[in-house]
């Protein structure tokens, strides 16, 4: 499996050999480090880990600190791991680039999406909502009757108002339309979870 940590940039639009336009959102896909290999001897799965990004060293744990330091890897910001069963293939320190991908791969990507705060039942659910007429403007955005005369509660798991969105969400079967590897930018066709500067992690 190849995979990589990336940060969301945002969106554009490219245009192919028939003058179509194709939205994309662009990441700077790496240069990601591994800091950790697991083993099914030590760890009981093997893994990889990877880091990404740059932070002052003053910012981190000396737990964290100390972790890095076994690995030879500057202070990182984001630390992911990935199942994988060839870990033969990589090393300590290794570095792992956009390069790991090529135009036309298809790839799924996952990430947390947008936060968008405590919502009603139209917004977050879907809802049709209640009459606009005859005076029931009341009603119009309500959720209803939430219950029956029994069991004389409201049973877990029911359609309400709530927090909605920043949830781990994974967009699967999407393809890359182009790679930049001097620039370390992989620009993928559709809309990707998260706002700009988001951390994807990207497995193909």
Avoid at 52 to 60: A, C, V
Avoid at 95 to 107: C, T
Avoid at 169 to 193: C, F, R, S, W, Y
Wanted: net charge positive; with cysteine; hydrophobic share 35%.
């Amino acid at each position: 499996m190849r995979f990589i940590l990336g940060k969301k940039l945002g969106m554009s639009q490219i245009f192919d050999k028939e003058g179509k336009v194709i939205p994309i959102t662009l990441i700077e896909a790496g240069p990601c480090l591994v800091v950790q290999i697991k083993t099914e001897e030590k760890d009981g799965y093997s893994a990889v880990q990877i880091g990404f990004g740059l932070k002052k060293e003053k910012k981190l744990k000396r737990p964290q600190i100390g972790h890095l330091k076994k690995a030879g890897v500057s202070n990182v910001r984001w630390l992911r791991e990935f199942r994988e069963d060839k870990i033969e293939d990589y090393k300590l320190g290794q570095e792992i680039k956009a390069d790991v991908f090529k135009e036309g791969d298809i790839i799924n990507v996952s990430g947390i999406s947008k936060g968008k705060g405590f919502q009603g039942v139209v917004k977050r659910h879907g809802f049709k909502g209640g009459p606009a007429s005859h005076g029931d403007k009341d009603r119009m955005r309500a959720p209803g009757s939430i219950g029956t005369s029994f069991p004389e509660h409201v049973w877990k798991g029911r359609k309400m108002a709530g927090r909605m969105g920043s949830d781990r969400v994974t967009a699967k079967g999407l393809q890359i339309a182009q790679v930049d590897l001097e620039n370390n930018l992989l620009a993928i066709k559709g809309a990707l979870p998260g706002k700009p500067g988001t951390l994807l992690e990207i497995r193909g």
